[in-house]
């Protein structure tokens, strides 16, 4: 059974304060990781897609990277807009697998 | 504008009154996919749908039921609610095949409240 584990679960930052989130996977071949924003109230938005260790993603103040066992979410001198929830998800391979399991979230507050 | 819409956003009932939640895309997408969210749970998924008349159950299928007769819709239908079935409801959509990159567009939500 695939399984997705991100932590922390809430990270308070001061703006400009540089961290990291993480997402622990476990799946039987990856096809795809993927990372969403959520707003509160709002539907996921995509972020990213890693397909290989090694990977990095980059985008505006975020950047993903990918290794065999993990991603990390860092964020680089955040701004209080970059509050949000930050889904994580795997996608297995497989024929006609388009089925995604998510982590519960890390809940990102950036204090002005 | 490329969207996936639901209906209704907000919805109150009562136990055992079945309701409908619909869902629409416009970007043509064969896969569809609906999800719910509760607190501490993450996101789980309840059914999708691969094209036109095919759909297949996801994790949590226990009291909800699917159909897609067209394309673009994919409503979630609770035959008889519970209280259990109180939650944050999304539905999903993409490509497949070349056109997959495992993004999914999701829609505004549904937040049903069932007493």
């Known amino acids: 059974e695939d399984q997705v584990t991100q932590s922390p679960e809430a990270l308070r930052l001061q703006e400009g304060e540089s961290s990291s989130l993480n997402c622990s996977y476990t799946?039987?071949?990856?096809?795809?990781l993927f990372w969403y924003r959520q707003d509160p109230g709002k539907g996921p938005e995509f972020l990213f897609t890693l397909y290989s260790a090694g990977e990095e993603k980059e985008k505006e103040r975020l950047k993903a990277t990918l290794t065999k066992k993990e991603s990390f979410l860092h964020i680089t001198a955040p701004k209080p807009e970059d509050s949000a929830t930050y889904l994580c998800?795997?996608?297995?391979?497989?024929?006609?697998?388009?089925?995604?399991?998510f982590g519960k979230g890390t809940k990102l507050s950036v204090i002005p | 504008e490329a969207q996936v819409t639901q209906n209704p956003r907000y919805l109150i009932t009562v136990t055992g009154k079945k309701l409908t939640v619909t869902c629409s895309q416009n970007?043509?997408?064969?896969?569809m996919s609906w999800y719910r969210q509760d607190p501490g749970l993450g996101l789980r998924q309840i059914y999708y749908?691969?094209?036109?008349?095919?759909?297949d159950k996801g994790d949590v299928p226990e009291g909800y039921k699917v159909s897609r007769k067209e394309k673009r819709n994919f409503p979630l239908i609770l035959e008889s609610p519970s209280p259990n079935q109180t939650s944050l409801y999304f539905c999903a959509s993409t490509y497949i095949g070349q056109g997959n990159t495992g993004e999914l567009f999701f829609g505004e939500g549904s937040r049903l409240t069932v007493l």
């Open positions: 970007m043509n997408h064969e896969y």
């Open positions: 749908s691969m094209n036109v008349e095919v759909t």
């Open positions: 799946v039987s071949g990856l096809r795809g």
């Open positions: 998800a795997v996608q297995a391979a497989g024929a006609g697998s388009y089925q995604l399991t």
